[in-house]
């Protein structure tokens, strides 16, 4: 398959030199469509709909680029939706598990009906020095008043090729909830958008990485604030090691009308390794007055006081970085409710150093 | 030998030197008390004993059972066997109270402990401080109130078990219960443990119900005087004022 | 001639806005061609490796394109525009010698006034050329130099050659390859090693002629110790066409000199201003910027600091404030290589009638650098439900051994405040007013005392006279 065009667009062009606007790519990856999907036991309230596609007006934050590949390909599309009404503790889990040499394209739509709440688990895996393509795109409509947790674990081996494209819309009173750890791959691309057209809609998101080796992140977050009191929060806690390389584009669009609405974003990045290049670009737009969009980073080494405050406990240096580097993930983790994600997230953290 | 011999020493950050001849020994068992006005120079000797990097020794040395410490890294003093309680401790996200002792305890001993032992422990010292089982579940000093903070690091000091423990104004900003509660911690670790202190402060609350060997009075980066534990009631009841008088007139 | 579009009627800007006919001035027709630029160089003497330099700079800019991001600069035609007026007097060294409705213009600027009070030395660019310069005995005696550009190329062409865009090269982008190709005038200031220039000199500049660009050059080396404080203003009278700055500023900051660069500008709002600063610090240099921008139809500015030196620093001060027809993209670019480098930019922005205001800033740290710091701060003020206020700061960072801290925040003026105010008796407006002060206050209180109330006035004006 020819995979060409720019991904993950910034929504709004900066200074060419920062080489953020977009990221071009221009090769081929095999697909073979083999990889198998496995969804345990489908709980009451939950119905599962094949070769759906009903939210092709949700734009994704990869951008359109992804729409036309789902496309071109015929790539099917599961559909999760939770019926009206009906809370839905327990998740639903798709457990891709890939192996050496795989090419593989997902997409599915999650559909919280009115008053629903749903909770979808995407755990994608391989083994730790295996190589491949994934493409995954996720959907989301929140209807009035319904929740969708969504966890998203990237645990793929270290030469994947990945993109991870999520677009999602919340209407009144509405709620996306989005939690990603993003620990694998070899270049990732990840995008997130998420209009949120309802009245006190609201968006949380909670990412934990860790880049290694050679390893690229590039994430490229959109939320767009059309409905009033909308809210939006979005919390990135990474570390970096060794040469790896990470992007994080943000933007909050607190658009005109949005009265009442708030957007923060927040990004804590842990700089382990010299070789580590970083980039960071948190954008609010903002067209309406009464609004209130706050963005803040901190990027660099663990501080003098932090590191001064573990060594009179007898931890040293490395010791502190990488308990540090574990508490950051952990903050993320902890929100995820589902043991066996977990236990995966912790091997491969622990497997990490 | 003393467990702790300061000799003359100096200590400058940035700005200018604070400690400017120091010198003090402190005896396995021996409860040591500083006090001083504030400004003195009392939490820099507290970080230079052990060995914040913003703190510099620009004279005399440091000796720890015999051995010259003052290049060694912070890690390396806790693990010969000293604790400095901080006046504010820092908030680490993500990590618990217990597995954060748990973790410095490994590290300062280099070997695993067992969990169930850990546990016990653990509970114990809680029970001594009258603090809620529930914190070691939190967040390190995450939310904490001051008085919990405070608690949190009496805790690490029961559980670490050092030789000496320097206690940086561990009374201030607590009511009066909480200064009980943490006094009772102090108290078990000199008394069971026959610990050493060196207890940092410009009050005198914390020091009812402990027993003091020798006081000293820091004013200005050097100490002006040194006695034993009636000093300290001097002090209750007619503040610095003689000592700092006394430095003018030098 | 280009119009300026939305052309919405305009505040009351009658203290910027008089304008004198230019009479026997000396133009070369709009447009940009070869022709244009070997006349302005014909015009202005050039040794030969300046039109050299200008013709190459032409080529650059024709092969240039205009950047895709920022506001929209669609409605600059450069073929309407004038790129070289000269006004039809030599350049003069006492007031009095100064044509009489050029001198007017500059007397009700307050020019000559602030110079007897406050100035170490004062030049003043009317249109293309300088008109008048002039420097204290003492200043001059410590060897200091202040003059044109020109005469700078003609008693100093060593060192104009060795620093003359080396720091901007025309390649940069479209504008400063057009800077390359028409420049004239601006300021040359060099400072000997160890020598501190106790008040600050000025610059003004002053576009009068409608249609006109003004490309002025300022170049200032600070030798090794030395200190200065550099203050440049601008204005223009309004015109329905649309006019053209495209200055370029270049600063050479010696091992542990220091200099502040302090600007306030107020072009009118018909102009396109299309400026480029840049700074490079050897060791243990410092570089003060204080930035008030609130003129313009257009603008692009992000002072740039390089802080090649071990232990060099930058600051950076900066206030913009948008009102109806302006979009203004401001802010400020740091590259830190050197060991223990340190940067600090604080940015205000106010939108207000539809301004649009963007604060656009990058931080790079280069993976030799040590023990870097960097902090950002920037606050936006939405003054209302039709303007708009952007925010897209940048951090490159390179290296693990670097500390850098960031924080913006857009919102409203509190209702909270202004009632407050207002329970003391406080009328809405005055309350507002004041409240916008206040946020600016961080900015002003950098400045010279009249160039702080210089401001604050300007913030009245946009505040009350709407």
Redesign the interface.
């Known amino acids: 398959m020819e995979l060409k065009g720019v991904f993950n667009p910034l929504p709004t062009l900066t200074w060419n030199f920062l080489d953020l606007n977009g990221v071009g790519i221009d090769e081929t990856v095999k697909l073979n469509n083999r990889g198998d999907l496995v969804i345990q036991d489908l709980p009451n309230g939950i119905t599962v709909e094949k070769d759906g596609s009903l939210l092709d007006e949700v734009c994704g934050g990869v951008g359109p680029e992804m729409d036309n590949i789902m496309k071109r390909e015929n790539v099917p599309t599961l559909v999760i939706r939770a019926q009206k009404g009906k809370t839905v503790s327990k998740p639903i889990c798709l457990d891709y598990k890939l192996g050496e040499g795989d090419g593989l394209l997902r997409k599915q739509e999650i559909i919280a009906e009115e008053g629903s709440e749903i909770t979808v688990i995407m755990n994608y895996v391989s083994k730790r020095t295996e190589s491949g393509f994934f493409g995954i795109q996720t959907k989301l409509k929140a209807e009035a008043g319904a929740t969708i947790h969504l966890v998203k674990t990237n645990l793929l081996g270290n030469q994947y090729l990945h993109f991870d494209d999520i677009g999602g819309v919340a209407e009144d009173d509405a709620h996306i909830d989005v939690i990603q750890m993003e620990l694998g791959g070899g270049r990732t691309y990840t995008g997130t958008r998420v209009d949120l057209r309802g009245r006190k809609s609201r968006y949380d998101g909670n990412v934990g990485y860790l880049t290694r080796g050679t390893q690229l992140l590039d994430m490229n977050y959109n939320i767009q604030h059309f409905g009033k009191k909308s809210e939006s929060e979005l919390i990135l806690n990474g570390a970096m090691m060794d040469e790896s390389k990470k992007n994080f584009r943000g933007t909050i669009n607190l658009v005109r009308g949005a009265k009442g609405a708030v957007g923060d974003e927040q990004e804590n990045v842990l700089l382990l390794s010299k070789g580590v290049h970083n980039k960071s670009l948190p954008n609010i737009l903002c067209s309406e007055e009464d609004v209130e969009g706050t963005h803040g980073a901190t990027i660099g080494r663990l501080s003098e006081d932090m590191l001064f405050y573990m060594k009179s406990r007898g931890i040293p240096e490395k010791e502190a970085e990488i308990l540090m580097t574990k508490a950051r993930l952990n903050s993320v983790n902890r929100l995820i409710q589902d043991e066996n994600t977990l236990g995966r997230i912790q091997q491969f953290i622990e497997e990490a150093f | 030998m003393a467990l702790l011999d300061v000799r003359n020493l100096s200590v400058g950050v940035e700005d200018g030197e604070i400690l400017h001849g120091v010198s003090l020994e402190i005896n396995k068992g021996e409860t040591h008390v500083l006090m001083g006005p504030n400004g003195a120079g009392k939490s820099t000797l507290g970080y230079a004993l052990m060995g914040n990097p913003n703190y510099k020794v620009t004279g005399g040395d440091i000796f720890f059972n015999g051995l010259s410490i003052k290049n060694e890294s912070a890690d390396k003093r806790a693990k010969a066997g000293m604790f400095l309680s901080f006046q504010n401790p820092l908030e680490v996200p993500g990590i618990s109270l217990s597995s954060f002792i748990r973790n410095s305890i490994v590290q300062q001993t280099g070997e695993k402990i067992k969990y169930s032992e850990f546990k016990k422990n653990l509970k114990e010292a809680m029970e001594v401080l009258s603090f809620d089982s529930a914190y070691k579940d939190r967040d390190l000093n995450v939310g904490f109130s001051g008085g919990e903070k405070k608690k949190a690091e009496i805790l690490q000091l029961l559980m670490l078990n050092p030789k000496l423990a320097i206690l940086d104004e561990t009374d201030s900003g607590l009511d009066v219960d909480a200064v009980r509660t943490v006094s009772r911690g102090i108290e078990e670790y000199q008394k069971k443990r026959d610990g050493a202190l060196l207890i940092i402060t410009h009050s005198t609350r914390i020091l009812e119900s402990l027993h003091v060997d020798y006081t000293h009075v820091l004013v200005k980066g050097n100490i002006v005087e040194t006695g034993d534990g009636s000093l300290v009631t001097e002090i209750n009841d007619h503040g610095f004022e003689r000592f700092i008088g006394g430095q003018e007139n030098n | 001639m280009a119009e300026i579009k939305p052309d919405v009627k305009d505040i009351d800007r009658s203290l910027y806005d008089f304008r004198y006919e230019e009479k026997d001035f000396y133009k070369v027709k709009e447009g940009l061609t070869e022709d244009i630029v070997r006349q302005i160089s014909k015009e202005k003497n050039d040794p030969e490796w300046m039109t050299e330099f200008r013709l190459k700079a032409l080529e650059t800019y024709n092969k240039q394109t205009v950047p ?3 506001p929209d600069i669609s409605g600059l035609n450069m073929d309407d525009i004038v790129t070289y007026v000269r006004p039809n007097t030599a350049m003069k060294g006492k007031w009095s010698e100064v044509p009489d409705d050029i001198k007017n213009t500059f007397e009700r600027l307050g020019i000559p006034d602030a110079e007897r009070k406050s100035l170490a030395g004062v030049g003043a660019q009317y249109d293309s050329e300088l008109v008048y310069h002039n420097v204290k005995e003492e200043v001059l005696a410590q060897g200091v130099v202040y003059t044109d550009m020109e005469s700078a190329l003609r008693d100093h062409e060593d060192l104009v050659k060795t620093h003359f865009m080396k720091l901007v090269p025309p390649t940069d982008h479209k504008f400063a390859a057009l800077h390359g190709a028409v420049w004239s005038g601006g300021s040359f200031v060099y400072v000997p090693a160890g020598v501190k220039v106790e008040i600050p000199l000025q610059s003004y500049f002053r576009l009068n002629a409608p249609g006109a660009g003004q490309f002025e050059h300022t170049l200032i080396i600070l030798e090794e110790g030395a200190d200065l404080h550099f203050i440049e203003g601008c204005s223009a009278p309004k015109y329905s066409v649309a006019n053209l700055h495209a200055g370029c500023v270049e600063l050479f900051v010696g091992k542990n000199a220091r200099l502040r660069y302090s600007t306030i500008e107020n072009w009118s709002k018909n102009m396109y201003n299309l400026n480029t600063k840049r700074a490079i610090c050897e060791e243990g240099a410092k570089m003060e910027w204080v930035s008030g921008s609130f003129g313009s139809h257009v603008s692009y500015l992000y002072p740039t600091t390089i802080l090649k030196g071990d232990d060099s620093h930058m600051e950076f001060t900066g206030i913009t404030f948008a009102g109806k027809t302006q979009n203004l993209d401001t802010g400020a670019k740091v590259i830190q290589i050197g060991k223990n480098t340190s940067s600090s930019i604080s940015s205000k922005s106010i939108s207000k009638d539809g301004g649009i205001s963007t604060y ?1 800033s ?1 931080v790079t740290v280069m ?1 030799e650098a040590k023990n870097a710091k960097a902090t950002v701060s920037c606050q ?1 003020l ?31 003026i509190s209702d909270d405040a202004v009632f407050y105010l207002m329970s003391r008796g406080i009328s809405e407006d005055e309350a507002r007013a004041m409240i916008v002060s206040g946020f600016a206050n961080p900015v002003s209180k950098e400045l010279p005392l009249e160039y702080a109330v210089e401001m604050n006035n300007l913030i009245n004006l946009e505040m009350t006279g709407g």
């Open positions: 895709e991001w920022g656009r990058s993976p936006s939405m003054l209302d439900d039709i303007s708009v206020s952007d925010t897209v700061p940048a951090m490159d960072i390179r290296t693990d051994d670097a500390d850098i801290g960031h924080e913006a925040k857009i919102g409203r």
